[in-house]
């Protein structure tokens, strides 16, 4: 085909031998396979060269059609791409500037060879062949799970599941997996697992397959999750995947073991509600009788289908054993169906309290009180009062007592090991005796009368104390808690309380108390206190003065104090006459000033007479 000189080149190489050397090449390239997504468009390339002066060029795509005829479908023509008619790609397709067939809508029937063929007139011609593939991803796979009850006790096989796989190409594979491991099942029936495949091509060319399970279950199947996973081929060799949801099978296979045990709560006490669950591993769940297992007899409690027996409010009188069976017929004879479990039901009897739940006390006196308490267990005591502890143990004894300390003792048992487990008992204590004031503020200053002011008045004591105000015409507001009682009245301040003051009293069989409230004016008078204080210092004094007067008075009067020498009085009457009296004084007013002064009388001599 030329001379052995001459290179060949592409996947033809055609030599036309008319001279020495090589005068015109066609050099073709195609690629072998071109693949595309069912529906998009596909580009075949013709890639050629022409080597030399050829006088024409012409590029034909042909193709094989059903009857195995080869025809063309499309060609160039002064450059420019035509369409051949009547044909199964007439309208169909068309070549583009390059001369490339083009497809602008792949479909599965496409799926075949495409030709290409160049002709270079003198040059020769060259020609290479592209195979489309077109790839359709399938539908999400279908599954079919039998609904049905598979028995384990079964010497075969039984269909387990179908999955299918639709509209796909190429043909998609179907494989199956329990617990996430792949299935190697077989194609060959046997009595353990197999698959069967079938695989229809539809209308529009694309396939579906279907693949059937097939498998002697097992009881360690009850819990296994099975699914089917689909695989098919896509372009440039990837492979995708889908895969069908889960699901289990329904077996049916016989009880092996038998569980019975205390649900709750574990630590039992009186007044729980007990729960015992029976439990077997057979499938279906069979049915359960309850029995009391007692010294003398057997008693059948009840028959259930879901395994728990409930025992309402239990007493210390169910305590003991109890008994399931489980009623399965299929189960072999040495498989043990009945178990037996017992309970303990905790307890704790009522207090006992000493000297009683009442007890009265005289003030200042001493009691003693005594819980005791007896259960399943001892049980822990303790003294209360309100929220505070007051005493560990069983005994709280009260010294000297007084009113603060009576009220409401509670004894508290309970069992640390039994959480709940606890009772109590209360004991009221009392003191008697006679009221006793509470300290409140009783000195109260007011800007003036006319005020208005509360005062509150209280006092403890046993018998409950009656409690009385000095006012007269005001309603008080008595109230009373426990060996407590206050009185509260409103009065308005005048000077006449402000100096008298208000007296609270309360009194019982046993006595009396009594409190005193003052008032003060502001810039008025003292309150009662302080005036008295003061009318007393104003008497002492006018007492004292009267008495230093009345002493100078008597001893002037005995002689003991003589006037001054220069004082002269004269008491004489005049001539006048008797109606018409008249007293004359004369006073030496220095001598008055100094006489009583001089021990002697005064500064000269005058008469000796005691008057002055």
């Not at 052995?4 to 690629?31: D, K, N, T, Y």
């Not at 809508?105 to 290409?116: I, L």
């Amino acid at each position: 085909m030329g001379q052995s000189g001459c290179p060949l080149r592409g996947l033809l190489l055609l030599a036309l031998i008319g001279r020495p050397g090589c005068l015109a090449v066609v050099q073709i390239s195609v690629p072998a396979q071109v693949e595309v997504l069912l529906g998009s468009q596909v580009t075949i390339p013709c890639t050629h060269n022409i080597t030399g002066s050829p006088d024409t060029r012409l590029v034909e795509w042909f193709i094989t059609d059903r009857d195995g005829e080869r025809r063309r479908v499309a060609y160039s023509d002064g450059g420019h791409g035509v369409t051949d008619k009547g044909t199964e790609y007439s309208g169909r397709v068309h070549m583009d500037a390059n001369l490339s067939l083009v497809l602008p809508k792949a479909d599965v029937s496409d799926e075949r060879a495409f030709s290409c063929q160049v002709i270079a007139g003198a040059a020769g011609s060259a020609e290479g062949v592209a195979q489309l593939r077109v790839y359709e991803p399938p539908e999400p796979p279908e599954l079919t799970a039998n609904p049905g009850i598979l028995s384990v006790m079964e010497r075969s096989v039984s269909e387990i599941a179908t999955c299918s796989s639709r509209n796909a190409n190429p043909s998609p594979t179907i494989s199956w997996f329990k617990d996430g491991a792949r299935l190697e099942a077989p194609t060959e029936r046997n009595d353990d697992m197999y698959v069967v495949s079938r695989s229809v091509k539809e209308a529009s060319g694309l396939q579906s397959v279907s693949s059937t399970l097939y498998l002697r279950p097992s009881k360690a199947d009850k819990d296994a999750q099975f699914q089917c996973l689909v695989q098919y081929p896509l372009p440039q060799g990837k492979v995708g995947n889908t895969t069908s949801e889960h699901f289990s099978l329904v077996l049916h296979y016989f009880t092996e073991n038998v569980e019975f045990l205390l649900e709750s709560p574990l630590v039992i006490k009186e007044g729980d509600d007990v729960r015992l669950r029976c439990r077997g591993d057979g499938q279906p769940e069979p049915e359960y009788i309850f029995y009391r297992v007692q010294a003398s007899k057997v008693v059948e409690l009840a028959t259930k289908q879901d395994g728990v027996l409930t025992l309402p409010s239990v007493s210390r009188a169910n305590s003991g054993t109890y008994r399931c069976q489980v009623l399965d017929f299929d189960s072999p004879p040495e498989v043990q169906l009945e178990k037996e479990v017992t309970i303990h039901v905790n307890y704790l009897d009522p207090l006992t309290l000493h000297p009683g739940r009442r007890v009265t006390v005289p003030l200042g006196g001493d009691v003693t009180l005594t819980c005791s308490g007896q259960g399943s267990q001892p049980p822990k005591l303790v003294w209360r009062k309100g929220k505070e502890r007051v005493a560990p143990g069983g005994t709280h004894t009260l010294q000297s007592v007084s009113y603060h300390v009576a009220g409401t003792y509670t004894c508290e048992a309970s069992v640390p090991s039994v959480p709940g487990l606890q009772r109590d008992q209360t004991v009221q204590v009392i003191v008697e005796g006679k009221p006793e004031m509470e300290a409140r503020p009783t000195q109260h200053r007011l800007p003036g009368e006319g005020q208005h002011i509360q005062l509150t008045c209280s006092a403890v004591g046993h018998p409950e104390p009656e409690l009385s105000w000095s006012l007269l015409g005001v309603k008080p507001v008595v109230s009373g808690t426990g060996n407590r009682v206050t009185s509260e009245v409103t009065v308005e301040v005048t000077a006449a309380l402000a100096k008298s003051g208000i007296w609270c009293q309360a009194r019982n069989r046993f006595g009396e108390a009594t409190q005193h409230f003052t008032l003060e004016i502001a810039g008025g008078p003292e309150p009662q206190g302080g005036s008295g204080a003061a009318v007393v210092a104003v008497v002492v004094c006018v007492l004292l003065l009267l008495l230093i007067v009345g002493f100078f008075y008597c001893m002037q009067r005995r002689g003991h104090l003589p006037c001054g020498a220069g004082e002269k009085r004269s008491l004489t009457p005049k001539e006048g006459g008797a109606e018409d009296p008249a007293v004359e004084m004369k006073t030496d007013k220095r001598n008055e000033q100094t006489g009583l002064l001089s021990p002697s009388g005064g500064g000269g001599g005058g008469d000796g007479g005691h008057e002055c």
